[in-house]
């Protein structure tokens, strides 16, 4: 069926057609979701309250993009916010590590890629991070990464160059293995 | 190693970044309709008029006077008339606690006033710098006597966080993020609590009188 069917439908209060749509997107948005959160339960709240507010506000939907697309930004404005909080409560009982704390060439006793990548990407500042998620590791496009974050598309590039340029600085002392 | 050589490799090594789960369908549908449920069941509180406010904000440093009073120090007022020295540590307490009282009302106008705003969409800028200027008091309370009573120290903590989230608040405002806010209020009752701190008992003549 067609999604604007669908969307018709729900809109009307059609329990299956609310069901049709979360079926469609459910996967994507709770990946995102986890992908920023890096936690079943944070990444269960962010898809449970993003589905909550699109029923909502559904009657608010334009169409001018994609249901998908409208999606994305609320998880993203849900995870943001979400993880703002949950950052503030952490700060309160223990000093997090500064966002600069993974030292360019500060080779501790983990040595794997992987480890330092994802310590790296969890250590850039909060804007990096969501266009480094959504653009290298979901593939979303800079246009979709745009619409859902509501900068220009430019400013989506710039961010995303900058944010590999500190992953390139916080990772150069592995740069043999890159290469090998 | 070249530009696009670290791209390709980042794009690869970044797929375990929070590689997720399989998505729990089910589960995830049951939490959204049970909330749902919930919400569309929860009582709605009707905004008040801003005339109200100020009323409501007179009414308040009545009623919180009272509450903090005998929040604070109910055993005192068993006591037979104090020492020289005692007497200074009230003195200093009442202090504290008129402080306290002055903040809790000055903070339930602001939250009150924001929630109203925030349904209405229209949210003066001057919440952010009210939100500031008083999480500083939080601040100060938390770390004064005032802070030692458990009930009130967890409010504190509370409207601590709510005041940070306001004062937080970028120029250019996402009516999510006042959701958010608003949802947090709700969901830990800090109006309710502040609103309702009304326990039994006389209240100390002192914080009456100097209220």
């Known amino acids: 069926m067609d999604e604007r069917d669908l969307i018709a439908r729900a809109r009307a209060g059609e329990p299956a057609a609310e069901r049709a749509l979360y079926d469609a997107h459910v996967d994507r948005v709770y990946r995102l979701a986890y992908r920023l959160a890096g936690d079943d339960d944070l990444a269960r709240d962010f898809t449970q309250e993003t589905f909550i507010r699109a029923f909502q506000r559904l009657d608010t939907f334009r169409g001018d993009s994609r249901l998908a697309t409208w999606l994305h930004a609320i998880t993203t404005t849900v995870a943001l916010n979400g993880l703002r909080k949950v950052k503030r409560f952490r700060t309160r009982e223990t000093a997090l590590e500064a966002a600069d704390g993974v030292a360019a060439n500060k080779r501790t006793a983990e040595p794997d890629l992987k480890t330092r990548l994802r310590d790296a990407i969890d250590a850039l500042p909060e804007k990096y991070r969501m266009v480094v998620v959504m653009h290298d590791v979901e593939g979303y496009t800079h246009e979709e990464i745009a619409t859902a974050l509501e900068v220009e598309v430019g400013t989506s590039k710039a961010q995303l160059s900058r944010a590999r340029a500190k992953l390139r600085a916080a990772l150069a002392d592995f740069a043999g293995e890159w290469v090998s | ?211």
């Open chain 2, 1 to 211: 190693m070249s530009d696009d050589r670290f791209e390709q490799l980042l794009r690869e090594a970044a797929q375990d970044y929070h590689r997720p789960p399989a998505t729990p369908h089910e589960e995830l549908w049951a939490r959204i309709e049970a909330e749902r449920r919930r919400r569309r069941a929860a009582p709605r509180v009707v905004g008040r008029r801003p005339a109200w406010r100020w009323g409501l904000g007179i009414a308040a440093v009545l009623l919180l006077g009272i509450a903090i009073g005998r929040w604070i120090r109910p055993a005192q007022q068993s006591t037979a008339p104090a020492q020289a020295s005692s007497a200074v540590g009230a003195r200093s307490d009442l202090g504290y606690r008129l402080a306290a009282a002055q903040y809790l009302t000055r903070t339930e106008t602001l939250l009150t006033g924001f929630r109203a705003d925030a349904r209405a969409g229209q949210l003066d800028p001057q919440f952010v710098a009210q939100a500031r200027d008083l999480l500083s008091s939080t601040r100060l309370l938390l770390d004064s006597p005032a802070g030692r009573d458990a009930r009130l120290k967890s409010l504190l903590e509370d409207l601590e966080l709510v005041l940070a989230q306001i004062a937080l608040l970028p120029a250019v405002r996402d009516s999510a993020d006042v959701e958010l806010i608003t949802q947090g209020m709700d969901q830990s009752s800090v109006l309710t609590r502040l609103r309702t701190a009304n326990p039994a008992g006389p209240a100390p003549v002192g914080v009456q009188g100097a209220l």
